[in-house]
C-alpha cells in the first residue's frame, strides 16, 4: 500500500525523536547506531539548524546515505550542486563533513558524505 499525501509534521517530528531516542538508549543503542545517525545542517534559504535520523553505511571517511521516498522529503536538497557541510553523531561523536546529493535516472537520491571536509 503506498501513502498518498503529505505526511503531518507531528507524525514526522514524533517518529524522529523516538528514532533518535533509541540509538542513545542503554539496550539498544550500540547495535542501532551502526544502521541509524543523526544528520544536523544549516537550511540554505532559512539559515536554521536542523537534525534528523537517516540510516547510513560507511567504508573508512565516506558515509553514504540513501534517501528513501525522496520525492517526499527536502532535507537532501540542501546538498544538491556543489553540496554543503554537515555534521554526523558517529562513534558518540559531532564528526563534520561535506555532503553531495545524486540523483539517478530511477529518481533515487543518494547523499555522499566526506568526513573531515567542510
Sequence with gaps: MRYKGPVPRRM??????????????????RMVSRHLTVVTYTGRR???????????????????IGVRLPERKQWWRNFSGEGGPLSLDLDGAERPGHAVAN????????????????
Design 12 to 29: 514526522v517530528d514524533w517518529v524522529n525523536t523516538r528514532v533518535a531516542t533509541l540509538r542513545t538508549s542503554p539496550r539498544w543503542g
Design 46 to 64: 532559512s539559515g536554521r539548524t536542523f537534525s534528523t535520523p537517516v540510516g547510513y553505511r560507511r567504508s573508512a571517511d565516506v558515509v553514504t
Design 103 to 118: 540523483v539517478d535516472g530511477r529518481g533515487r537520491v543518494t547523499v555522499t558524505v566526506r568526513l573531515g571536509e567542510r
